[in-house]
């Protein structure tokens, strides 16, 4: 595609669900990220893949989050029994490779925890 | 780990010249770079330092002294629609990662 898309753009959950947010990043783009970004504060890192392999997941904030990329192509971030401090604005980025200097950010995925 | 410090507001008129000023700290500094992001909208990717000096694109020039820990996006003639809050990143090459750290952003506000 043109930009790096996610979905839902939205997401409204009760507490104790689960949620599944949708990365798909530019066509060829290796290095994918994940992050979160709280109103008014940068983008806080939670995990990066190199291809299909998830090479740094320090920033996940606990075992409730997990992600995948299993084809090295769309990603999905899983948050688990969701909590109300999970609700933040969700974040990907793309990038050629791991050296490159640009990274290209999706329009994030609001996930508001009720 | 890294850190990063930066202004949390700047204010100045149209047509005027703007510093944003970015510090850091860091093991293995890779490169730094600069992002806008409007509100309601996602970052978008503005310059890269990697070598001291100044990078100039258009009306935008960003700087880098890797002695210092220290680099500053300069924006001229400001435009009302400059008004948006600017981040500053550092890649760190540590563990082979080259994973970008977003500072917690500058927001510029541009008046009349």
């Known amino acids: 595609g043109a930009g790096v898309s996610q979905s839902p753009r939205y997401k409204v959950t009760k507490r104790g669900q689960d949620v599944a947010l949708r990365c798909d990043p530019i066509s060829g783009h290796v290095s994918l990220y994940w992050y979160r970004q709280a109103l008014g504060q940068g983008p806080e890192f939670l995990t990066y893949?190199?291809?299909?392999?998830?090479?740094?997941k320090s920033g996940l904030p606990n075992d409730r989050f997990s992600a995948e990329r299993p084809e090295g192509s769309i990603s999905t971030l899983t948050i688990q029994r969701t909590e109300q401090r999970d609700s933040a604005m969700y974040r990907c980025?793309?990038?050629?490779?791991?050296?490159?200097?640009?990274?290209?950010f999706g329009q994030g995925t609001r996930l508001t925890v009720v | 780990g890294q850190s990063l410090e930066q202004p949390s507001e700047v204010t100045a008129v149209e047509g005027a010249i703007v510093q944003i000023n970015c510090t850091y700290q860091t093991s293995g500094f890779y490169g730094l770079s600069w992002y806008q992001q409007h509100d309601g909208g996602a970052p978008t990717f503005l310059s890269y330092?990697?070598?001291?000096g100044l990078e100039e694109t258009g009306r935008f020039s960003s700087f880098l002294s890797r002695s210092d820990s220290y680099g500053y996006l300069l924006l001229q003639e400001l435009q009302m629609k400059d008004s948006a809050s600017y981040f500053c990143?550092?890649?760190?090459?540590?563990?082979?990662?080259?994973?970008?750290?977003f500072g917690r952003g500058t927001s510029l506000i541009v008046h009349p």
């Open positions: 893949f190199n291809y299909e392999a998830q090479q740094d």
């Open positions: 980025a793309s990038s050629l490779g791991q050296t490159n200097t640009e990274a290209f």
């Open positions: 330092n990697a070598l001291d």
């Open positions: 990143a550092v890649r760190d090459s540590t563990g082979g990662s080259y994973i970008p750290t």
